[in-house]
């Protein structure tokens, strides 16, 4: 499968505990973008990063959220001292590099976390 | 007002009808434009790109563009009951060095066989 690989596919955990989501993007792409989708809602663009560099967090709350594509290995997003509120999809995205038709991302089948 | 407006739906057909879905954005900065397909619990799969005003085909599914009216929508024909998921409107700005989608909230569509 030369897809987008995320996991775990679902994430349990319990209030002030933290969440690790991790992304394996397409082969040969080195573009990562992380959503969340809110039960009835749309997607929402966290962040973008290219290897070892966040290009844009605007999306990101600024506390308790972090994300990482280091040089070698999967994009983790990470969320600190989970709450309620943060359950919800959380969907990765790769595109190609810059030059090779970046206008098209492709979505993996995301991790759902759970906080009780 | 939001940046992207779609009617959530439910929407309800017969298999074998023309279903459209529209979607209307505020910002003209907005100059390329998908439509996903999102089975539940799935991730969204991406159906149609364009970046100019006019007409797309593929296969049953043609999207169109109206920039002056800002105003997306995609056309299913002879729709069958495996499209029967929820279709989501996305766009991007022509801005360098941020290729963030803005995502309409998605309109929830049923194939009654």
């Known amino acids: 499968n030369a897809g987008v690989m995320q996991n775990p596919r679902h994430l349990v955990r319990r209030r002030g505990q933290e969440a690790r989501l991790r992304c394996s993007p397409m082969k040969g792409h080195s573009h990562v973008y992380w959503y969340r989708q809110l039960p009835e809602e749309g997607l929402k663009f966290m962040v973008y990063l290219q290897k070892e560099n966040i290009i844009d967090e605007s999306g990101m709350p600024k506390e308790r959220f972090s994300a990482e594509f280091p040089k070698e290995g999967p994009s983790i997003l990470r969320i600190q001292q989970v709450v309620r509120g943060d359950s919800a999809a959380y969907f990765c995205?790769?595109?190609?590099?810059?030059?090779?038709?970046?206008?098209?991302?492709?979505f993996g089948p995301g991790t759902r976390l759970t906080v009780l | 007002q939001k940046e992207v407006e779609q009617d959530p739906g439910p929407l309800s057909v017969p298999e074998g009808a023309i279903v459209s879905l529209n979607c209307t954005y505020s910002?003209?900065?907005?100059?390329?434009f998908m439509w996903y397909r999102q089975y539940s619990r799935k991730g969204p799969e991406l159906l149609m790109y364009?970046?100019?005003?006019g007409n797309k085909e593929d296969g049953r599914f043609t999207a169109q563009v109206d920039k002056s009216s800002k105003y997306i929508s995609l056309f299913i024909r002879d729709s069958q009951p495996s499209d029967s998921a929820t279709y989501l409107c996305?766009?991007?700005?022509?801005?360098?060095?941020?290729?963030?989608?803005?995502f309409g909230k998605g309109t929830k569509l049923t194939v009654n066989p």
């Open positions: 910002n003209s900065a907005f100059q390329y």
């Open positions: 995205a790769s595109s190609p590099p810059t030059g090779e038709n970046t206008d098209t991302q492709y």
């Open positions: 364009t970046y100019s005003s």
């Open positions: 996305a766009m991007r700005k022509s801005q360098g060095g941020s290729e963030k989608l803005v």
